[in-house]
């Protein structure tokens, strides 16, 4: 018995069950049964293990078919969305304003405020440092250490 490689894609499946159905239906002419492993088969029972096998790979192939379409279908769906997305929930907002139910229905979140940039913040610590010693202020720490002598007391004379 020689074996065979077993083939890959559907159409050389449904290539090889097509020439075992014709095989069968060629050279099994008067014959009863066909013993495959040890088990008796009519050759219209084999034939039809192959044609189903056939049908099979051509019920999945048109699903397959479907599948793809729906698929294109959906992506053309969504980039029209993606299209006119952004203007209607911006038309919502200038609306109905941002903070208002309407503009949270539509899916509207107030966008975070940015964190300032190191740059930025460097800035603001250098100017905050200079506006404390322009006016004279003075920390906790800095308080602490003046003291004060006690305002003298006026005498009082007796």
């Known amino acids: 018995m020689t074996t065979h490689n077993t083939p890959k894609?559907?159409?050389?499946?449904?290539?090889?069950?097509?020439?075992r159905i014709a095989g069968l239906r060629q050279y099994t002419?008067?014959?009863?049964?066909?013993?495959?492993k040890g088990t008796q088969y009519k050759p219209a029972v084999l034939?039809?293990?192959?044609?189903?096998?056939?049908d099979t790979r051509t019920a999945l192939a048109a699903i397959r078919a479907q599948e793809t379409a729906a698929l294109a279908a959906r992506d053309q769906a969504d980039a029209?969305?993606?299209?006119?997305?952004?203007?209607?929930?911006?038309?919502?907002?200038?609306?109905y304003g941002p903070n208002s139910p309407q503009a949270l229905t539509f899916g509207y979140v107030a966008p975070?405020?940015?964190?300032?940039t190191v740059d930025t913040r460097a800035k603001a610590v250098a100017k905050a440092k200079a506006t404390r010693e322009a006016?004279?202020?003075?920390g906790k720490k800095q308080k602490k250490k003046i003291t004060g002598a006690p305002a003298a007391t006026p005498a009082t004379g007796k």
């Not at 894609?9 to 020439?19: F, G, Q």
């Not at 034939?47 to 056939?54: D, E, G, P």
């Not at 975070?112 to 300032?116: G, I, L, V, Y």
């Open 29 to 36: 002419k008067g014959v009863a049964t066909i013993s495959v």
């Open 9 to 19: 894609s559907d159409d050389a499946i449904t290539a090889l069950c097509n020439d």
């Open 112 to 116: 975070n405020p940015a964190k300032p």
């Open 135 to 138: 006016r004279g202020t003075a």
């Open 47 to 54: 034939i039809a293990v192959y044609q189903k096998c056939i």
């Open 80 to 95: 029209a969305r993606k299209a006119v997305d952004a203007s209607v929930l911006g038309w919502a907002v200038e609306v």
